[in-house]
């Protein structure tokens, strides 16, 4: 159906009204069924992106199956294919004889995953999209800086005796062993391989919290703890934006290596919570406080505070990775406005107990006692 100027500026009037973009009205319009349907294999799939993308692959017309322990509960459709196994011990039994037009690999975190998987289905599958991280890079001073930065590297000896039980007691090996998920898969799926690297991904469904607390501690008004003073870089990708490109990323055999978030222009964190603010009548306060202020009270940068790093030092590029590849290779964006509501609408809707304590974000009882600390230091008082 072709669109007149009248319709395209009536679609563009709409779309002001309610916060969104003409671009991603008619994207939607135009989205249908691929011109080739895929077999698609997804590793995980019933993880915060797996969902998203079963679905949006189903509505493209593509046959999807999905290999998991079967331990997570997930609304999938009737027409998903699922295969039981366990990475861990190596149960892939289910994977073999089997062949697929790409392999979507979600859940990864360690290397011996990629290699055992890579031994059923080297030669089985025409593509690999692994999901790595921007956690990857050794070095994150420096902003801008593009998918060909050094990467981490393993501290240990043998890299492929890490498990999941080891990255969860550690947390400062998931971007080196990350980084190595990535090599292994380059050396199964030479030639074949995708690695998405996301930024912080966000969005309804998110099981972590880290950027659901601002748009719940906004909606809840009053004095609100905000971090630095609103001008670091903050860079957040919406799950199912992320989900749709990788699908869409498949139906055009896209290879390479790719920094996955946004938005795509600069966004600071004043930017950000500003943002979520106006998406609600609550009218917060905003107060922002110095770092190096949160740092003596011991308030810790992304738990406390999420999504946020200070933009200065070792953390000065974290939030400002170039994403000039991705855009490039169609990645697009709804608007932040539409992710804080829809987050909020999700998260309203959860029992009490999940929504009781929020697994993200400093606690309204401390967060009062650094706004009076800091009102003191202002004031001239002691701190």
Not at 106 to 130: C, E, H, M, S
Not at 184 to 205: D, H, Q, S, Y
Not at 218 to 240: K, M, N, S, Y
Request: proline fraction near 5%.
């Amino acid at each position: 159906m072709s669109i007149s100027r009248r319709n395209l500026i009536k679609l563009g009037a709409l779309a002001g009204a309610l916060g969104l973009s003409s671009q991603k009205i008619l994207a939607g319009q135009a989205a249908g069924r691929a011109r080739n349907p895929l077999r698609i294999l997804i590793l995980g799939g019933t993880g915060f992106i797996g969902p998203y993308q079963v679905r949006y692959a189903l509505s493209r017309g593509h046959q999807v199956t999905v290999f998991n322990r079967g331990q997570r509960e997930a609304d999938l459709p009737a027409a998903v294919e699922f295969l039981r196994g366990d990475r861990d011990d190596g149960s892939l039994d289910a994977l073999k004889g089997r062949e697929w037009d790409v392999c979507i690999d979600n859940p990864t975190r360690v290397p011996f995953w990629v290699r055992d998987a890579g031994q059923i289905l080297k030669g089985q599958v025409g593509q690999y999209i692994f999901v790595s991280t921007i956690s990857v890079y050794a070095d994150n001073s420096q902003p801008n800086a593009s998918e060909d930065s050094t990467l981490e590297t393993y501290p240990g000896k043998d890299v492929m005796k890490e498990t999941s039980k080891s990255l969860a007691a550690d947390k400062s090996l998931y971007g080196p062993l990350k980084a190595a998920c990535e090599r292994e898969a380059e050396k199964w799926f030479t030639g074949i391989t995708t690695i998405v690297r996301p930024g912080l991904i966000v969005g309804p469904n998110d099981p972590t919290d880290r950027f659901t607390y601002w748009p719940v501690r906004l909606a809840r008004g009053g004095e609100v703890l905000a971090p630095g003073d609103g001008h670091d870089p903050v860079q957040i990708i919406d799950a199912r934006d992320l989900s749709e490109w990788m699908i869409r990323m498949a139906e055009s055999r896209t290879f390479g290596t790719f920094n996955a978030t946004g938005p795509n222009y600069r966004m600071s964190m004043a930017a950000m919570l500003h943002g979520i603010r106006a998406t609600n009548s609550a009218g917060a306060k905003l107060n922002w406080v110095s770092a190096e202020f949160l740092k003596g009270q011991k308030v810790a940068p992304w738990s406390d505070m999420p999504a946020w790093l200070p933009g200065q030092g070792k953390t000065a590029g974290f939030g400002s990775r170039d994403i000039s590849r991705a855009l490039a290779a169609g990645l697009t964006f709804r608007p932040l406005s539409t992710t804080a509501i829809e987050t909020l609408e999700w998260f309203s809707a959860l029992p009490a107990e999940r929504k009781a304590k929020l697994d993200a974000g400093i606690e309204p009882g401390r967060e009062a006692e650094v706004l009076a600390a800091w009102r003191a230091q202002q004031a001239g008082g002691s701190t």
